[in-house]
């Protein structure tokens, strides 16, 4: 197995490397923009979509579905009136007609000359929207993590299964040419036989400000915002994105960004289910605010025959080997550096470069999923639901472990990670992490961290062994009507 001590002292080439690849990777995107042309379609022969939740990701979404020519937006749907107004007027410009506003997603879905449904809410919407719509003979467009909880994405698998609907994951990076050369490159073992991949979520993130009781916004419809979750007091300052670091709603960096890295690790990997075993640690340091989940967080997965770390730094951090959010494949004979959604670059044992792969654009992504709509076949999709529930769900157990934890100091840690196996590994990386929290002013020596529990799974079941309140985590109280229905009600 090719060292990670070595690798961490080859910095300086594999970043000059790397800013080549980058280079490289902006030249090739602007080739891709030039030859991109939208699709001609007749009015007859246009697909109609309603865009669901439109404040963020989803004015992508909307800017996608408006500028094709085979496609138009007949619905903007969000809880929030004055977004979903804008975003409707913004489309006018770009199809020459204005969609429907609607607060309530179930009017568009209730339509039947809608054929797609494309999704960008917060998480805790993410499944239902995509079965509400499936179950009305809709295809959809689901955002990452397709999921809040492992229990209902794997019920919309079963009812895109069920209902022969076309269900695309929004991981554009498996339609990046630069991220599936470079998957292939490591799975076809030109680096060796692969045991470890690393995953890098290293985006900084600040303070979301005191944890408070503040009002609604007078147009958002909070009853219909919380949908699947309780009503509960909005505790943060800003209730749009920053539901992300509350449980209620979000998954934290784990299930944000780090979702598209998990799934290329997965993916590079070969790995087609859910891991035998998961810990995680971690902790939320530098600030005390609104937030809960963990912006400093390592989860290990082991599977059969390999593992996967994954890393959580929401401080101010350096990047790892010209990578900050990305994923290092390790095999016997050399590493894949993959630093960017579609730049990757392959080294020997030594560090040279041998090989570079760049090229890709979100638009790919939506070419894939409406090819698949049009020939009916899910095999077709780059990202089925399937690939986005396992992804999703390797996040979610991660949390699992981690919210299960006890606090404990950090030569407690260091304790527990040196008793595993492959320990040199573990305790390296949480040596990593503690000169990380020192750089930005933590007080490690003072501060404690959630160490979570060990939690042994059934990956073909999709269930923890011997841990009923692990197994409580995998779903949630669902807030009538807004129900994720059990597997006998699909």
Same mark, same amino acid.
């Given at each position: 197995?090719?060292?990670?001590?070595?690798?961490?002292?080859?910095?300086?080439?594999?970043?000059?490397?790397?800013?080549?690849?980058?280079a490289?990777?902006?030249?090739?995107?602007?080739?891709?923009? %030039?030859?991109?042309?939208?699709?001609?379609?007749?009015?007859?022969?246009?697909?109609?979509?309603?865009?669901?939740?439109?404040?963020?990701?989803?004015?992508?979404?909307?800017?996608?579905?408006?500028?094709?020519?085979?496609?138009e937006?007949?619905?903007?749907?969000?809880?929030?009136?004055?977004?979903?107004?804008?975003?409707?007027?913004?489309?006018a410009?770009?199809?020459?007609?204005?969609? %429907?506003?609607?607060?309530?997603?179930?009017?568009?879905?209730d339509?039947?000359?809608?054929?797609?449904?494309?999704?960008?809410?917060?998480?805790?919407?993410?499944?239902?929207?995509?079965?509400?719509?499936?179950?009305?003979?809709?295809?959809?467009?689901?955002?990452?993590?397709?999921?809040?909880?492992?229990?209902?994405?794997?019920?919309?698998?079963?009812?895109?299964?069920?209902?022969?609907?076309?269900?695309?994951?929004?991981?554009? *990076?498996?339609?990046?040419?630069?991220?599936?050369?470079?998957?292939?490159?490591?799975?076809?073992?030109?680096?060796?036989?692969?045991?470890?991949?690393?995953?890098?979520?290293?985006?900084?993130r600040?303070?979301?400000?005191?944890?408070?009781?503040?009002?609604?916004?007078?147009q958002?419809?909070?009853?219909?915002?919380?949908?699947p979750?309780?009503?509960?007091?909005?505790?943060?300052?800003?209730?749009?994105?920053?539901?992300?670091?509350?449980?209620?709603?979000?998954?934290?960096?784990?299930?944000?960004?780090?979702?598209?890295?998990?799934?290329?690790?997965?993916?590079?990997?070969?790995?087609?289910?859910?891991?035998?075993?998961?810990?995680?640690?971690?902790?939320?340091?530098g600030?005390?605010?609104a937030?809960?989940?963990?912006?400093t967080?390592?989860? =290990?997965?082991?599977?059969?025959?390999?593992?996967?770390?994954?890393?959580?730094?929401?401080?101010?951090?350096?990047?790892?080997?010209?990578?900050?959010?990305?994923?290092?494949?390790?095999?016997?004979?050399?590493?894949?550096?993959?630093?960017?959604?579609?730049?990757?670059?392959?080294?020997?044992?030594?560090?040279?470069?041998?090989?570079?792969?760049?090229?890709?654009?979100?638009?790919?992504?939506?070419?894939?999923?409406?090819?698949?709509?049009?020939?009916?076949?899910?095999?077709?999709?780059?990202?089925? =639901?399937?690939?986005?529930?396992?992804?999703?769900?390797?996040?979610?157990t991660?949390?699992?472990?981690?919210?299960?934890?006890?606090?404990?100091?950090?030569?407690?840690?260091?304790?527990?990670?040196?008793?595993?196996?492959?320990?040199?590994?573990?305790?390296?990386?949480f040596?990593?992490?503690?000169?990380?929290?020192?750089?930005?002013? @933590?007080?490690?020596?003072?501060? %404690?961290?959630?160490?979570?529990?060990?939690?042994a799974?059934?990956?073909?079941?999709?269930?923890? @062994?011997?841990?009923?309140?692990? *197994?409580?985590?995998?779903?949630?109280?669902?807030?009538?009507?807004?129900?994720?229905?059990?597997?006998?009600?699909?």
């Amino acid at each position: 197995m090719y060292s990670r001590r070595r690798f961490l002292e080859e910095g300086l080439l594999a970043a000059a490397a790397l800013a080549a690849a980058g280079a490289d990777e902006t030249l090739a995107a602007q080739k891709d923009k %030039k030859k991109r042309s939208k699709p001609k379609a007749s009015a007859a022969e246009k697909l109609a979509v309603a865009v669901v939740g439109v404040g963020g990701r989803g004015s992508d979404h909307l800017r996608e579905f408006a500028e094709r020519g085979d496609t138009e937006v007949l619905y903007v749907c969000d809880a929030d009136e004055r977004i979903g107004q804008q975003r409707a007027e913004s489309v006018a410009k770009l199809q020459g007609r204005k969609p %429907k506003v609607v607060r309530d997603m179930r009017q568009a879905f209730d339509d039947k000359s809608v054929d797609l449904v494309s999704t960008a809410t917060p998480n805790h919407w993410h499944s239902l929207v995509a079965i509400w719509a499936m179950k009305a003979g809709k295809d959809v467009y689901v955002e990452k993590p397709v999921s809040h909880n492992p229990s209902e994405g794997r019920r919309a698998v079963q009812v895109a299964r069920k209902y022969g609907r076309i269900c695309q994951t929004g991981t554009q *990076c498996r339609s990046m040419p630069g991220s599936f050369e470079a998957i292939d490159y490591v799975r076809s073992g030109k680096i060796g036989a692969v045991k470890l991949a690393y995953g890098l979520c290293y985006k900084r993130r600040g303070s979301i400000g005191p944890r408070g009781n503040y009002p609604i916004p007078k147009q958002v419809d909070y009853s219909l915002w919380s949908g699947p979750a309780p009503i509960a007091p909005l505790t943060r300052r800003n209730l749009h994105y920053d539901w992300h670091w509350q449980w209620l709603y979000g998954n934290g960096d784990l299930g944000n960004q780090g979702i598209h890295q998990m799934d290329l690790a997965r993916w590079g990997l070969g790995q087609k289910a859910l891991s035998k075993r998961v810990l995680s640690y971690g902790g939320r340091f530098g600030y005390e605010d609104a937030g809960e989940t963990a912006n400093t967080q390592m989860v =290990i997965h082991e599977f059969d025959d390999a593992t996967l770390v994954f890393e959580v730094r929401g401080l101010e951090t350096e990047k790892l080997k010209g990578a900050g959010v990305g994923v290092i494949f390790f095999g016997s004979e050399g590493y894949v550096v993959m630093s960017s959604y579609s730049a990757s670059t392959a080294f020997d044992t030594q560090g040279k470069v041998v090989k570079q792969f760049t090229g890709g654009d979100d638009r790919l992504h939506y070419d894939n999923f409406l090819k698949a709509v049009r020939s009916r076949k899910h095999e077709d999709l780059h990202s089925d =639901i399937l690939e986005g529930h396992l992804s999703s769900a390797l996040c979610h157990t991660g949390n699992v472990s981690y919210r299960l934890g006890e606090q404990v100091p950090a030569a407690e840690v260091k304790r527990r990670l040196a008793d595993r196996k492959s320990n040199d590994d573990l305790v390296e990386s949480f040596a990593r992490i503690t000169a990380h929290l020192e750089k930005n002013k @933590v007080p490690v020596d003072r501060v %404690k961290f959630t160490f979570g529990v060990e939690l042994a799974m059934d990956p073909a079941a999709e269930t923890f @062994v011997d841990n009923a309140a692990a *197994c409580e985590m995998l779903t949630r109280p669902y807030r009538e009507p807004f129900v994720v229905p059990p597997a006998d009600k699909i």
